[in-house]
């Protein structure tokens, strides 16, 4: 079974300094049946203008991932982090019991461009906790594990039976993708065109795929950089 997202079906909020895409229901976009895929809950789609962004605010019992694509964006927290996070690296937060943050575009010329990714988390009044990290080498493959709940290869731990991965496909190459029982896989598009089956998805287009064992993803005529979430079964 597979549930296709197109980017133009995603919410959006807009105002003065952002410019948001929300594949799933977010703060004034609501949709009843896009309330998440299984244990993730929101990708965000952000644009912020140069000298803005979101000011201190709170959070609980969510993991937070953010990943930049262009641009730079500038962290600030209340267990007392501050850095910088730009493209290639991977952050993520525990909310847990409660944490405020803030995230700032600091360049007064350049936009900053990146996802934020929402994933519930397997229990709840965790300890809030940060980590930000650089993935480790492609090596020739096509992936990268961004994120694992205990892999010691992944960048960022998450406390829920969720993976995050990073692939990339040259154009003309196929790649394959095999489904463990009982699990299902988000794939969202961030740039190029990539095909499965004979769907074919550009930036910001998704799709869900549960009761499959395995996906072929071809990149036929340009090559795609996209995210693929593993997550264990729902509840």
């Known amino acids: 079974m597979i549930r296709l997202r197109p980017s133009q079906d995603r919410g959006q909020t807009r105002i003065d300094w952002l410019d948001s895409k929300h594949t799933f229901s977010f703060g004034t976009y609501f949709d009843p049946d896009q309330m998440g895929f299984r244990s993730l809950r929101v990708i965000n789609d952000d644009r912020i203008k140069p000298a803005a ?42 909310a847990g019991t409660g944490i405020r943050h803030s995230e700032f575009n600091p360049s007064p010329t350049e936009p900053t461009h990146f996802l934020q990714i929402w994933i519930e988390p397997d229990r709840l009044g965790l300890a809030p906790a940060y980590q930000q990290a650089e993935p480790k080498a492609w090596n020739g493959s096509p992936w990268r594990l961004l994120a694992h709940p205990h892999d010691p290869k992944t960048a960022v731990s998450l406390a829920q039976d969720a993976e995050i991965w990073q692939g990339r496909a040259v154009a003309g190459e196929r790649i394959e993708y095999a489904l463990r029982p009982g699990r299902g896989l988000w794939l969202h598009v961030v740039d190029g065109t990539l095909k499965i089956g004979q769907t074919e998805l550009g930036p910001g287009d998704a799709v869900g795929i549960e009761d499959e064992e395995a996906v072929t993803l071809m990149a036929e ?15």
């Open 53 to 94: 962004g979101f000011g201190m605010h709170g959070h609980k019992n969510m993991e937070i991932i953010t990943l930049v694509l262009a641009g730079e964006l500038e962290h600030a927290d209340s267990l007392g982090h501050g850095s910088v996070l730009r493209p290639g690296e991977v952050q993520a937060m525990s």
């Open 221 to 235: 005529t340009t090559p795609a950089n996209f995210l693929l979430f593993d997550l264990g079964p729902a509840g």
